[in-house]
C-alpha cells in the first residue's frame, strides 16, 4: 500500500470509485456552521497560470460529457460545454461580462434571387429567402423557405417585406406563419408603381417540429404582377433565434 | 507525515490534491462504474450550514481569471456565475429561485432623441443620421453618445430595433430606417405612404451577427420629393436600440 497523503494533500490524483448498483457515491464539502456568512463551502479548481492548462470541472455518462470552467486558449474564457474539455465545443461563454451562445439556434436569411409577378391581385405568395446570413442550430432551408423549431420554447421571429410595382393595390398583407398560429400586418396600398413594405416581430411559443415561414398577398392590381424588391439582400429577410 | 482522514472525513474542513507535472492533468475523480440502476449516481456535493451561513460554489481559477458558480446565500439563495474569486461580485449570469435568468452584465442600449427636431433633413433619398443623444440605458457604455454609434464588444448574435419619424414633407411616397454594420446597409424596414400625409414613420428589428469591434448605426432616408422633410424629435417616435442575445 503506497500513502501519499501528506498534510491533507493528495501528492497525486485522488479517486473515489465503487460499482455497488443503487448505491450513490459522492464527495461532500461540508461546513455546517450557520451563524457566519464567510463561513462557506467551496470546491476550487487551479491552474498554474497563462502558459498552463484550463481548470474546470467535467460531468460524463458513458453517453455524452458537459464541462464548466476556464478556457486558458482563448482568452481565458468561461465555458459551459457539451464535451469532455472545455476546448471542444462552446455552449455558453462569459468574456468581460458578456454572456455568448454561439450554439443557440438563431438563423437570418435574406432574398437575393428576383421574383416578379408574385402577387397584386390576391395570390398569396410564401417567400423563399434563399441566400443565409448565419444558421447556427442548421434550422432554417433555404429551399423551402422554412424554418423547424429544434426545442419547444419561446422564440423571436421577425420579417421585413418590399414590393414594388404596385400600382392600384388598395391592401397588402404579411404574415408569419407558425404551425399554431399565424400573425398577420396588413397594411395600405400605393399607386405610381412605388415601394410598398412593413415588418412583423413576434414572440411565437412554438413545440419541437413546429415550422415558421412568411407569406404576402397585395389585393387590387389587374393582375399578379407586384415583384419582390431585392436590392442587395436588405429589404426582404426572415430572422428567428430562441428566446427561452 | 500526518493522516487526518478518519473514517472518509477530513475534519479539519481541507483537503487539497495538487502536482505540478508539466503537461499532466491534476484530477480529483468521482466514479461510479454500474449501469444497471438509474440510482447509481456520482456527484460532488457542496452544502453550507443553513441562512446565515455562506455560499455553495466551485471557483475556478488559472492565475489569470478568476469565476466562480454557485449559490449566493445574500442574493436570496441565486444560482450565479460571477467574474470573481465569490459568487455575487461581478455576476455574469444569474438565475433566481424561480428559474428566471438575467445575464447582468450583456451590453445593452436604448437610445432616443433629445426632444429637438431637425428641419429639412431628407425628402429627396438624402441620407440622414438622426442625433439619438439620449440614453435609456447604455450596459457596457459602448453606445457612444456622441458620435451615435454602437461599438460591438464580443463577436456575437445581435437584437437590434428602431423607429423615426418625419413630419412636414409633401408628395412623399416613402421613407426607410436603415442599420448599418461597419458603414454598410444590412437592413432597411421600408414604408409607403399617401403622398399627401404629413406624418410619416418607418420602423424595423432583426438580429444578426457582428464581430467584437464591428459598429452599427441607424439612419433614415425619405423620397422622391424636395428636401423638406423633418426629423421628428419627438422622444416617443424616433428610438434606436440593441443587445446581445446569443
Not at chain 2, 411616397?173 to 446597409?185: D, E, K, L, Q
Request: hydrophobic content about 35%; aromatic content about 10%.
Amino acid at each position: 500500500m503506497t500513502i501519499n497523503l501528506v498534510n491533507n494533500k493528495f501528492l497525486n490524483d485522488l479517486s473515489v470509485q465503487a460499482s455497488a448498483a443503487g448505491v450513490a457515491r459522492s464527495l461532500l464539502i461540508q461546513n455546517t456552521d450557520n451563524t457566519n456568512a464567510a463561513s462557506h463551502a467551496k470546491l476550487q479548481i487551479t491552474t498554474g497560470g497563462a502558459s498552463g492548462g484550463d481548470p474546470y470541472l467535467s460531468i460524463s455518462t458513458t453517453a455524452s460529457s458537459a464541462s464548466v470552467g476556464l478556457d486558458n486558449s482563448l482568452a481565458d474564457t468561461f465555458k459551459i460545454a457539451s464535451s469532455a474539455t472545455v476546448e471542444t465545443t462552446t455552449n455558453l461563454g462569459v468574456l468581460g461580462g458578456n454572456v455568448v451562445r454561439p450554439l443557440q439556434p438563431a438563423f437570418r436569411a435574406y432574398r437575393n434571387a428576383a421574383a416578379d409577378n408574385v402577387t397584386g391581385n390576391g395570390a398569396w405568395y410564401s417567400i423563399i429567402y434563399d441566400v443565409e446570413n448565419f444558421d447556427q442550430n442548421s434550422d432554417y432551408s433555404t429551399a423551402t423557405g422554412i424554418f423547424t423549431a429544434p426545442i419547444t420554447g419561446n422564440y423571436y421571429l421577425s420579417t421585413g417585406l418590399v414590393l414594388n410595382g404596385c400600382d392600384e393595390a388598395v391592401l397588402v398583407n404579411i404574415g408569419i406563419v407558425t404551425t399554431s398560429l399565424a400573425y398577420y400586418q396588413p397594411f395600405g396600398g400605393c399607386t405610381g408603381g412605388h415601394y410598398i413594405g412593413s415588418h412583423v416581430s413576434v414572440v411565437a411559443p412554438m413545440t419541437a417540429g413546429d415550422t415558421a415561414y412568411v407569406r404576402c398577398a397585395a389585393v387590387g392590381e389587374e393582375s399578379n404582377r407586384d415583384d419582390m424588391r431585392v436590392t442587395e439582400g436588405i429589404e426582404n429577410f426572415f430572422c428567428g433565434y430562441l428566446l427561452q | 507525515m500526518t493522516i487526518t482522514s478518519l473514517n472518509n472525513l477530513f475534519p479539519s474542513g481541507t483537503m487539497t490534491v495538487t502536482k505540478s507535472t508539466a503537461g499532466a492533468t491534476t484530477s480529483a475523480t468521482i466514479s461510479h462504474s454500474d449501469n444497471t440502476n438509474t440510482a447509481s449516481t456520482s456527484s460532488i456535493k457542496l452544502s453550507t450550514g443553513g441562512a446565515n451561513a455562506g455560499d455553495s460554489f466551485i471557483s475556478v481559477t488559472n492565475g489569470v481569471a478568476n469565476y466562480s458558480y454557485g449559490l449566493d446565500n445574500t442574493d436570496t439563495d441565486a444560482f450565479v456565475i460571477s467574474e470573481s474569486t465569490s459568487p455575487g461580485t461581478t455576476n455574469s449570469a444569474r438565475c433566481d429561485a424561480d428559474g428566471s435568468w438575467t445575464y447582468p452584465s450583456n451590453s445593452a442600449f436604448s437610445v432616443n432623441t433629445n426632444g429637438a427636431d431637425a428641419a429639412d433633413v431628407t425628402g429627396n433619398d438624402t441620407i440622414y443620421t438622426p442625433h439619438l443623444d439620449t440614453a435609456i440605458f447604455n450596459a457596457g457604455a459602448d453606445y457612444d453618445l456622441g458620435t451615435h454609434t454602437y461599438t460591438v464588444p464580443v463577436s456575437g448574435v445581435y437584437l437590434f430595433a428602431g423607429a423615426i419619424a418625419l413630419t412636414g414633407g409633401a408628395n412623399l411616397y416613402w421613407c426607410i430606417v436603415h442599420f448599418t454594420r461597419n458603414g454598410s446597409f444590412v437592413v432597411e424596414g421600408l414604408q409607403g405612404f399617401d403622398p399627401t400625409a404629413n406624418t410619416i414613420c418607418a420602423n424595423i428589428s432583426h438580429i444578426y451577427k457582428y464581430d467584437a469591434g464591428d459598429t452599427a448605426t441607424m439612419s433614415l432616408r425619405a423620397g422622391i420629393a424636395l428636401k423638406t422633410a423633418d426629423f421628428a424629435g419627438n422622444v416617443n417616435n424616433s428610438y434606436f436600440m440593441g443587445a446581445l442575445v446569443a
